[in-house]
């Protein structure tokens, strides 16, 4: 079955465990968004997993370099996922990978900015990464013409575990769900909603 993961791209502890506690009844794993690590720093993952034992909580540190040193950080202060950038190299990620097997925890490849995320996706895949998120970043997705249907499709042929970020909203959980993804992100479908409990639950229906 397709989880459904909430990605918190707000600012303050506070407002993201607010968040949390409306919508955690309905989400699987709970996403610290990058802007939110560098506003609070490592706090934030140590009081979201506190607060949450019972979910996956996904720092979305997006690691360039430094793989091992960095997903270190992240699992200490009780990240269960880290992000690395598919774009760096496969030194970096075999690090985070190495940190990830010494707290029995996980790496996730972000494949933003990659010219081909299937690519990588397969190669990331056999250097040890959980899975893959097939990401369409908020300012790729303010471009003209963007449409999260490339990600779905490149999920269908992807042949190895995958997520997709890039939108996800009540329009698309379906083809997200068909498309074989492991997970489905969903950030501003949830915390931009009137109702975001109302916004989670129906998402993660919609992948039931
Ligand atoms: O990872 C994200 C972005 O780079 C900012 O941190 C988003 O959390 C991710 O794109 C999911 O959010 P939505 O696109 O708003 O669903």
Known sequence: ?????????????????????????????????????????????????????????????????????????????????????GSTGDSTIAGAVKAAKAHGKAVVVDTIGVQDRVKRAQEVIKLGAAFVELH???DEQAEDGYSIQVLIDEATRAGVPVSIAG?????????????????????GAIYGAKDPAAAAKALKEALN
């Not at 720093?41 to 091992?68: H, N, Q, R, W, Y």
């Open 1 to 85: 079955m397709t989880q459904l993961q909430v990605a918190i791209d707000l600012l303050t502890t506070e407002d993201a465990i607010a968040l949390a506690t409306k919508v955690a009844p309905y989400v699987d794993i709970i996403e610290l968004g990058t802007p939110l690590i560098k506003s609070e720093g490592l706090s934030v993952i140590t009081a979201m997993k506190d607060a949450f034992p019972d979910k996956l909580v996904f720092a979305d540190f997006k690691t360039a370099d430094a793989g091992e040193l960095e997903a270190d950080m992240a699992f200490k202060a009780g990240a269960d996922y880290v992000t690395i950038l």
């Open 136 to 138: 369409a970043g908020l």
């Open 167 to 187: 939108g996800v909203n009540l329009d698309s959980i379906q083809a997200v769900k068909e498309s074989g993804a492991v997970v489905a992100v969903a950030g």
